[in-house]
């Protein structure tokens, strides 16, 4: 746990605020920074004009704190801090007759840390205030052989200037908000002096956030109820696009690590090996991150094994998490770093949720050993006040660690406790307030850490507290960011398009930056299906499940090597890897679940969701009823649904009217209409049914355009999208491709020639070098998914 500086340095404790700082972003709350050098006796400074001439109680430096060295998430405090410098107030834009605020040009300033420290300004009036750095500190980088705590400063390397903020208090407000910022014309950085004056973020700066006050009692809750269930199991899957991606996800993951493997964390910090030393890109994703390894396996193959009975995966989960129960500790710790490095990279957030996933998804497989493993772990943390309030704001993105929590609270083991530490330590009601009013900069400019969209796990725990709570704040702050993020920031074919360390406006939709993560759509398709049980007759989420799994998680996958990390949308895809990346890890977690989205059992019958061949069972009263779905879609539209049971049973069958359906669609039973339904909602088929009855309809998929509107335009034209149902399409060749004279998909239609052999295939009538093809079947081809262009009129 990182030490306050007071603790470290007494010398520091007389300009302690008692605040300190959270992390400064590379975006909208990234710090000033001077310009590099390489002396660290080049003085630099800078001003700010608060506009007229005030009394100056104090100035507050807000030192930057922030991911500094490459590859490494940690965060460093201090970075950048003035080693000798002075404060000073005048009346003169030049500072020809300077008053002294504070004078450290004698001596070295003790290192502050993340800590933000106060100077008395002694009630002196002046309009403007100078901090003079007169000497550099050396820039911290840590050393690839360093221990986790480990820093060394590497002289004559790196000098800046670096402040987060700065703050002149006058009658306990910060007159310096909006003021004007300058700097000295050889060493300043002008784009950036606007950041000194910024105003503070929502809730302030510090990364301390405890607030017992937001605690609610269990007896005021009113837990609500999904209105339909994701079976958890009793859903096979017949020989198609699901099954053989599952296939190839269940090879991925037998080959890609073995047991031992995953474990391996675990080992080390009980001792069992010792000494490991890792390479490459396994330091983060491996040591840095140390047990989500084995978190990542368990999501994938718990999910998995519901569905799709494989020995040596189940035997595998088995080894895994007895490898784990028997590293856990008396007090019912078992993650695989040792809890004193919870602050390390992103153990305490993104670590701890992973294996709470996996673990979770090991329980809900039957292992008896999973939901234990879990409660005792949890009843050691939600203790853990010495941490707790530092792991929203002090932890690198620390807000991913909710969902684990929530998760948690909702399973057969779940306490109260579980939500509660959430509402005390994590939840942020200005951020609630703020995307329920459909804020934008709420998600594009999230002002801890960084935005990213790893934020979408924030979002599902504020749903879970929703359910656990009945709270309505909760539900409508989650359902604001869920329109935000489809209507501002989801690519045509439904990739995410916000990703850490870009500025990602509403729109911007950019096509040659790496985003469309496909963990962050895989975060999409579990907060939909949230939305999609809360509210099962508003079909839009179920679109939404649905484009992501054809056009990103089945997009994003190589056969059965590995997975890839970013959705490209024009060149070529990315090589698949086989890593523990946040990617494949998520990305296996959604291909293991693709069962559970098919259907939804309600208290009445049943949601027809996908059209995938498969079967379901569910009871009824007394009855169990079961659904055959055969279907050869996406290759072919017919679908038929037969039903087998003991007795006539009434039971209500609802089946998806897609939202992309070209026409209202006709529903058969029996071979008799039994109601047509309108695009972007759910036939009701309620009716007493008896054994061998059968439902058919024909899904009503047409071509489609749809426009582009984000920042990569071309001059001159206007870009569109090929969609066929929910299936995005590519336009095989190039990159480059440009295809003029559709003015509408009926006229591409017509001149398309399917391709014998490969269904879904087009060549294009007077275009011989183009193939128009699913995008989630293009392999290493060089493509455009935004082929079509119109010349707009000048």
């Known amino acids: 746990m990182q030490l306050l500086a007071a603790v470290k340095n007494p010398e520091l404790a007389p300009y302690l605020t008692g605040q300190r700082m959270a992390a400064t972003p590379a975006t909208d709350y990234r710090p000033y920074r001077s310009k590099t050098v390489t002396d660290p006796s080049l003085a630099t400074w800078v001003q700010i004009d608060l506009g007229s001439r005030f009394a100056i109680d104090a100035v507050e430096l807000y030192p930057a704190s922030q991911r500094m060295y490459p590859g490494r998430d940690q965060y460093y405090g201090g970075e950048g801090f003035p080693l000798r410098f002075k404060i000073e107030g005048s009346d003169d834009p030049e500072f020809a007759n300077p008053r002294m605020i504070a004078d450290f040009t004698k001596a070295d300033f003790p290192d502050p840390q993340d800590n933000i420290t106060r100077y008395d300004g002694r009630r002196m009036r002046a309009r403007y205030v100078r901090i003079t750095a007169t000497r550099l500190r050396p820039v911290k980088v840590e050393p690839k052989d360093s221990t986790p705590t480990g820093r060394i400063p590497i002289d004559g390397l790196n000098f800046t200037l670096t402040l987060a903020k700065v703050a002149v208090v ?3 407000k910060d007159v310096a908000v909006g003021c004007k910022s300058s700097g000295d014309p050889m060493y300043s950085s002008a784009g950036d002096l606007g950041q000194l004056t910024r105003p503070a973020r929502q809730d302030g700066e510090q990364i301390r956030w405890d607030n017992p006050e937001n605690v609610t009692d269990p007896s005021s809750w009113t837990p609500v109820k999904y209105r339909a269930q994701a079976p958890v199991t009793g859903v096979t899957i017949g020989d198609g696009v699901f099954r053989a991606a599952m296939e190839n996800n269940i090879q991925y993951l037998l080959n890609s690590y073995t047991a031992d493997d995953l474990l391996r964390q ?3 910090r009980t001792g069992k090996i010792k000494n490991y030393k890792a390479t490459g890109s396994a330091i983060f994703w491996e040591e840095d991150l140390a047990g989500s390894n084995a978190g990542r396996f368990l999501m994938g193959a718990g999910n998995t094994v519901r569905w799709i009975k494989n020995p040596e995966l189940e035997r595998r989960i088995e080894v895994v998490v007895d490898g784990i129960d028997a ?3 008396p007090n019912g710790y078992m993650m695989a770093y040792p809890a004193d490095t919870i602050f390390y990279s992103e153990r305490g957030a993104y670590t701890r949720a992973w294996l709470t996933h996996g673990l979770l998804e090991a329980g809900y497989a039957g292992n008896e050993k999973a939901f234990p493993l879990l409660r ?13 309030p530092e792991l929203l704001r002090g932890a690198v993105q620390g807000g991913q660690g909710m969902i684990a929590n929530t998760r948690v609270s909702l399973s057969p083991v779940g306490k109260h406790a579980d939500v509660q530490v959430i509402q005390r330590y994590f939840e942020e009601p200005a951020f609630l307030a703020g995307t329920a009013a459909k804020e934008d900069k709420q998600i594009w400019q999230y002002p801890y850490d960084r935005p990213h969209c790893y934020l979408l796990t924030n979002l599902e725990a504020y749903l879970d507290m929703y359910l656990a709570t009945g709270d309505r704040r909760y539900h409508d702050a989650v359902l604001g960011a869920w329109e935000m993020y489809h209507q501002s920031w989801e690519q045509p074919g439904g990739s995410i398009s916000i990703i850490e360390f870009r500025r990602d406006p509403p729109g911007s939709n950019y096509l040659h930056e790496e985003l469309g993560e496909l963990c962050g759509s895989s975060f999409w398709v579990f907060l939909s299906q949230r939305f999609h049980l809360l509210n099962p007759e508003e079909e839009r989420y179920v679109t939404e499940i649905e484009k992501s ?3 990103v998680a089945i997009a994003n996958q190589d056969g059965s090597y590995g997975l890839r990390y970013h959705t490209h949308l024009e060149g070529t895809k990315e090589q698949a890897t086989r890593q523990n990346t946040c990617c494949e890890g998520q990305g296996t977690r959604l291909l293991g679940s693709l069962p559970e989205h098919i259907y939804s059992v309600a208290d009445d019958g049943v949601y027809l969701n996908l059209y995938e061949p498969s079967t379901i069972s569910w009871k009824q009263g007394a009855t169990t009823l079961k659904l055959t779905q055969k279907t050869k879609f996406p290759l072919q539209t017919a679908v038929r649904c037969t039903l087998e049971m003991s007795s006539p049973t009434r039971s209500i069958i609802r089946v998806r009217v897609p939202s992309w359906a070209s026409r209202a669609m006709e529903v058969s039973v029996n071979g008799r209409s039994a109601g047509t339904g309108k695009p972007g909602s759910y036939l009701a088929l309620d009716r007493t049914w008896t054994d ?8 009503p998929a047409r071509f489609r355009f749809t426009k582009y509107t984000g920042a990569d335009q071309i001059p001159g034209t206007t870009r569109y999208a090929v969609e066929y149902g929910p299936m995005l399409y590519a336009a ?11 003015g509408s998909s009926e006229e591409l239609e017509n001149a398309l020639q399917p391709i014998d052999g490969k269904p879904l295939h087009y060549s294009l009538r007077g275009n011989d070098n183009v193939i128009l093809m699913p995008y989630w079947q293009v392999s290493h081809e060089e493509f455009s998914c935004f082929p079509i262009v119109r010349q707009e009129r000048s």
């Open 732 to 742: 095989v060749g190039s990159p480059k491709i440009r295809l003029s004279g559709f």
């Open 327 to 329: 590293c856990k500790e």
């Open 376 to 388: 005792g772990y949890y009843d050691w943390f939600n203790k853990q006040e010495q941490y707790l």
């Open 549 to 551: 799994i054809y056009n």
């Open 692 to 699: 061998g009855d059968a439902i058919e309809f024909t899904l």
């Open 266 to 268: 675990f080992y080390e």
């Open 170 to 172: 006058s009658g306990e």
